[in-house]
């Protein structure tokens, strides 16, 4: 172990779809791994140093193989790059404990509705479904076959009946509403992929039953035109700083010599979790809701209003 994470070997490697890779990470020496829930996902720490979340897509019951999918953000800082073009079977990475901050939630009823990569964390959650005997729905939506990770692989497979399938280069964007339709108290709609994606069933979501809608989106939220400048007071460091509206909270906190644990800056993992002793916080992560305000995750979220002051 090597702060919080193990050592594991890239033992299979797969193309799954245009730009996406499938690796298979099992532990030199054959141990046990450690067990997670639907919905987790695990921090990798690159051979260059980067450190990124993938949501565990593997068979949880098999207790000596982690199972990650990694789309090349063409974007991105470099992290899916590089294990594009350099990760091979055979290197070593090295992995955190396995996180569930999107867990599934038994309900009446479930649908999935997918974007692109954003699949991964559903395949677990769909055989949970069927082995608590919940009925589900799987919504997938993508810009065309070639694009869509594990399309062939559901379409195949026990899942294919509870499937449909949006192709947006051919069929254009998908009527959500229509397509999730009517929900009612106890369902549960879970959404994963870009926060387009996200945004759109959020929209839908405003008239469902409180505790309906669970999402997990991909990408920065910040630095959008409606952002407003704020100030973060460090309590215990005695600094207070100015956080403009083209800067992130975590990056000002760092440029004041104030460090915090951070990982995948896209308030998916939860690393950068840090305590909040007065103001209110427009999340942005998907973990927290608005009104948790106890803590935030400054890599992507903000205070809601002039300012916020943190226990740091």
């Not at 038994?106 to 677990?124: K, Y």
């Not at 729905?137 to 399938?165: F, Q």
């Not at 409180?210 to 910040?222: D, M, P, Q």
């Amino acid at each position: 172990m090597t702060n919080g994470t193990t050592q594991l070997d890239v033992v299979a490697r797969r193309r799954i779809a245009r730009d996406v890779v499938e690796l298979e990470l099992r532990h030199p020496g054959d141990e046990r791994l450690p067990d997670w829930a639907p919905g987790a996902h695990v921090a990798l720490t690159l051979p260059n140093g980067m450190v990124r979340p993938y949501s565990l897509c593997g068979d949880r019951w098999d207790a000596y193989s982690f199972v990650v999918a990694v789309r090349r953000d063409a974007e991105g800082a470099g992290g899916s790059a590089f294990v594009h073009d350099r990760l091979a079977v055979g290197d070593t990475v090295r992995v955190g404990a396995p996180r569930t901050s999107f867990p599934l939630v038994p309900g009446r009823t479930c649908t999935f509705v997918a974007g692109g990569i954003g699949i991964t964390p559903f395949l677990s959650m769909m055989q949970a479904a069927e082995r608590l005997d919940m009925p589900y729905r799987l919504l997938y939506v993508g810009r065309d076959v070639g694009t869509m990770p594990y399309l062939h692989d559901l379409l195949d497979g026990p899942h294919a009946g509870s499937l449909e399938v949006f192709t947006t280069a051919t069929g254009g964007r998908p009527d959500l509403a229509e397509a999730i339709g009517p929900v009612a108290a106890g369902d549960r709609v879970y959404v994963c992929g870009p926060p387009g994606l996200a945004a759109r069933v959020e929209e839908i979501g405003r008239a469902w039953p409180a505790h309906t809608l669970r999402t997990e989106s991909f990408g920065r939220r910040t630095g959008l035109d409606t952002d407003e400048p704020f100030t973060a007071e460090l309590r215990r460091t005695g600094r207070t700083l100015t956080v403009p509206r083209t800067s992130t909270l975590l990056e000002a906190i760092h440029a004041s010599g104030v460090t915090v644990m951070s990982s995948c800056l896209t308030g998916t993992c939860g690393a950068c979790e840090t305590p909040v002793l007065e103001g209110a916080v427009d999340h942005r992560d998907t973990i927290l809701v608005d009104g948790e305000d106890g803590v935030m995750f400054p890599c992507v979220s903000r205070a809601r209003d002039e300012s916020v002051v943190l226990d740091l």
